[in-house]
């Protein structure tokens, strides 16, 4: 059974930045793909990021492109997003998503660009961006 656990989120000002982390196990480790989809209230969730815990193969989001990071360390089995120069529409619940054999559709924008083809979910983590 895989199992994904969120942490790190909370409030920062505009410009900040925060990192949060999403710890992974039960996963195959032949092809997982794993990633970020965030909702915003009243709003669809909306993909963040993915990255393949098996070749690093990694897609963004238009909206976060060039401020965000998203890493997985192999060892730990932690997925990192690395949230740069926030802004107050970053403000959302952000869970760690992941999806067995999924990295083709990763590195193609197919699971960012369509978040709910994600099978497993965290709990989330609430991220608020302050003024």
């Known amino acids: 059974e895989v199992q994904l656990a969120e942490s790190g989120g909370g409030l920062v000002q505009t410009g900040g930045s925060l990192r949060l982390s999403c710890a992974a196990s039960g996963f195959t480790r032949v092809d997982y793909a794993i990633g970020w989809v965030r909702q915003a209230p009243g709003k669809e969730r909306e993909g963040v990021a993915c990255?393949?815990?098996?070749?690093?193969?990694?897609y963004y989001g238009d909206s976060v492109k060039g401020r965000f990071t998203i890493s997985f360390d192999k060892v730990k089995n932690i997925m990192y997003l690395q949230m740069n120069s926030v802004k107050r529409e970053d403000t959302a619940v952000y869970s760690c998503a992941g999806l067995s054999y999924g990295s083709n559709w990763c590195y193609s924008g197919r699971l960012v660009n369509h978040p709910e083809q994600f099978d497993d979910w965290g709990q989330g983590t609430q991220v608020t961006v302050s003024s």
């Open positions: 990255i393949s815990t098996s070749d690093g193969s990694l």
